[in-house]
């Protein structure tokens, strides 16, 4: 399980990454239960959180860094760092590695050899 990049305690309840946490966190785990198969859904927040933590880390703080609002309710910077993290949580090797505990995909992919 990853860190949130919310910390634990009431001191984290004003802390401004909560307060944006929380102001995007209902329509983001909209955008990432519509985008992973049902059964990653339990890993819904976990991947929000990892999208949110990654997009304020990778924010230019400029007006060119994507705050227009999509359809969705997301601004352009978080919903492109929950593409990305979908991506990434979400591909064979990635859920080979969760699901079997196989680090490559080719073994998670690779034919057993015939007996002769």
């Known amino acids: 399980?990853?860190?949130?990049?919310?910390?634990?305690?009431?001191?984290?309840?004003?802390?401004?990454?909560?307060?944006?946490y929380e102001r995007y966190r209902t329509p983001l785990l909209g955008y990432v239960h519509n985008r992973v198969l049902s059964v990653d859904w339990n890993r819904g927040e976990d991947i929000a959180r990892q999208a949110?933590?990654?997009?304020?880390?990778?924010?230019?703080?400029?007006?060119?860094?994507?705050?227009d609002m999509g359809d969705d309710g997301l601004p352009a910077w978080l919903a492109d760092a929950a593409r990305r993290v979908i991506r990434?949580?979400?591909?064979?090797?990635?859920?080979?590695?969760?699901?079997?505990?196989?680090?490559?995909?080719?073994?998670?992919?690779?034919?057993a050899p015939l007996a002769a």
């Open 88 to 111: 990434e949580q979400t591909s064979p090797a990635a859920l080979a590695h969760l699901r079997f505990g196989v680090e490559d995909e080719e073994d998670a992919v690779a034919p």
């Open 1 to 20: 399980m990853n860190a949130s990049p919310i910390a634990a305690g009431p001191a984290a309840a004003a802390s401004p990454m909560a307060i944006t």
């Open 52 to 67: 949110f933590a990654q997009a304020v880390g990778s924010l230019q703080l400029s007006t060119e860094a994507g705050m």
